[in-house]
Nanobody, 125 residues
Framework: QVQLVESGGGLVQAGGSLTLSCVASGGIFTNYGMGWYRQAPGKQRELVAEITPGGFTNSADSVKGRVTISLDNTKKTVQMELSSLSTEDTAVYYC???????????????????WGQGTQVTVSS
């Protein structure tokens, strides 16, 4: 089964930057797009940035101009850099992927959605 493993979260000072990485491992994982969502306390999970299989990127208005997202297809890794951090960026960040994979439960190959376990990012003022 495919797993997404995140790294790079932690405590960061306001005005600083962070880099989050996520690697997909195990199972079949092709034709994939990857990205990052976040969920702050008491708020809904929201898209931060994503990159499609064709290399097109999309990001939330709140991070435009501050975010860079890249995909390494040889390593099945997505990396996101977020700069000029503020306390409003404090959240749990989740890696997300849409990919063609094998559903062992159904015994068929199909488009599937995967989530990482989440990594906490705390921005201190």
């Amino acid at each position: 089964q495919v797993q997404l493993v995140e790294s790079g979260g932690g405590l960061v000072q306001a005005g600083g930057s962070l880099t989050l990485s996520c690697v997909a491992s195990g199972g079949i994982f092709t034709n994939y797009g990857m990205g990052w969502y976040r969920q702050a306390p008491g708020k809904q999970r929201e898209l931060v940035a994503e990159i499609t299989p064709g290399g097109f990127t999309n990001s939330a208005d709140s991070v435009k101009g501050r975010v860079t997202i890249s995909l390494d297809n040889t390593k099945k890794t997505v990396q996101m850099e977020l700069s000029s951090l503020s306390t409003e960026d404090t959240a749990v960040y989740y890696c997300h992927a849409d990919a063609d994979s094998f559903d062992y439960g159904l015994g068929v190959a199909r488009a599937m959605e995967f989530w990482g376990q989440g990594t906490q990012v705390t921005v201190s003022s």
